[in-house]
């Protein structure tokens, strides 16, 4: 395990794409380390997640002071949980994580990826990198957020990657896509409602992270168990 790993520097556009995706190609398995090499990569890229979140938190203190984070993202946004406040590399999948899932999707040139409560957009960013000819939209409650994936998208000249602002909950109708990728978010009744949307779909692939929306579909007599994805402990896929 790799607990020595260099101070994090931020340094965006002095390393090649290439170097900055570099750590990705060296056998990590402990999630503190996989986390703090996806924050360098974030540094590098340009990312001012820290900064964004930061300025979330303080407009949730301004309204409600004598609060907690679990408070601050149902404060702000109309009573969604968006996790104000949490560390976010604990919330975003890995680049690491990311790298063993789609090894084994392995998205063909052209497929549309949709990632259903998508952050700071970090797998837009991967498939950029690794699968530039994949389509991705991600769908993000948060504005900020989504600004700033967008800037991040713009910087690297990304022309089929984009993030748009979207209410889970509201949701009548899902975009036509060919994998899609949904994590826990907000409350069971929202997932649920996205989950009967998703059995409209057919031909996909749904990637499924998180306890609760995996014991939501293990439930579910029309998605069930699904087939875990090996090396990471709550991730599935189901074949739509």
Known sequence: MDFNLPALESSPRLKKIDTIFSPLFKPCDHDLSKRRISSQIDLDLGFEIKKIEEILKVKALQIA??????????????????????DFQILQ???HDLKVM???IKPKPFQKIIDLGAGYGRIGIFLHQ??????????ELVEERVKEANRIYDSLYTTNKEMIV???????????????FIYDFGSEEHIKKILELLKTTSGGILVVKGRICHNLMMKDEYFGEGFKVKKLEDVHLYYL
């Open 65 to 86: 002071p004598e609060t907690h984070f679990d408070q601050w993202g149902p404060l702000l946004h109309d009573g969604a949980q968006t996790w104000v406040g949490l």
């Open 93 to 95: 999948s890995s680049y």
């Open 102 to 104: 789609f090894d084994v």
């Open 130 to 139: 690794f699968y530039p000819l994949t389509h991705f939209l991600g769908i």
């Open 166 to 180: 979207g209410d889970l909950g509201q949701l009548t109708e899902l975009p036509a896509g060919d994998i899609y």
